[in-house]
């Protein structure tokens, strides 16, 4: 699972699960719950090593491990309509390259998936078409008031003390 923080709030989240084990594992379980849980609303799912000897780049295999993580994702509190119709649940090889820039040859069955952004619905057809169409910058605001939350504070030698932590609103 890849979780995109962005202005200290997680915003969006690519899940990429190994379909080899032949089931969801219990970490990308725990991360879906915990980016739940953190109020992320974007949402894109890759079934990763269509490209292996057990899937073969296959349909069937696909729709085995799309099922299982549509079915993990409501048992971990994920609506079932926000999964069926905001989340693209992909086949990608992230060795080959697969539907990662551009469309797939290799898996001609794969039409794309039409998502429901906000109240407009988009198609993609790999995980660039979903990184530039579906995935949107939080809203920002630069004229408010600084306000910067702590997340460390560091001694360094010749220098002095170093906070570091980041910009929720206002500019530095």
């Not at 797939?104 to 198609?123: C, F, R, Y």
Request: a positive charge; proline letters at 3%.
């Amino acid at each position: 699972l890849l979780m995109v923080p962005s202005d200290g709030n997680f915003s969006a989240a690519i899940a990429k699960g190994n379909h080899k084990a032949g089931e969801v594992q219990g970490q990308t379980r725990q991360h879906a719950l915990l980016i739940n849980l953190l109020g992320v609303k974007q949402l894109i799912v890759g079934v990763n090593k269509m490209d292996c000897d057990v899937a073969k780049y296959g349909i069937e295999r696909y729709t085995e491990i799309k099922d299982e993580v549509v079915h993990m994702l409501t048992r971990v509190g994920w609506k079932k309509d926000f999964v069926a119709k905001s989340v693209p649940i992909m086949p990608i090889s992230g060795w080959c390259g697969d539907n990662l820039i551009t469309k797939s040859t290799n898996m001609n069955w794969w039409k794309g998936a039409d998502v429901l952004v906000g109240k407009e619905k988009i198609h993609v057809d790999c995980l660039l078409d979903c990184l530039e169409h579906m995935v949107t910058i939080p809203v920002r605001t630069p004229d408010l008031a600084m306000r910067m939350p702590l997340s460390g504070a560091f001694k360094i030698k010749g220098v002095g003390d170093v906070l570091t932590g980041r910009v929720e609103q206002g500019t530095v």
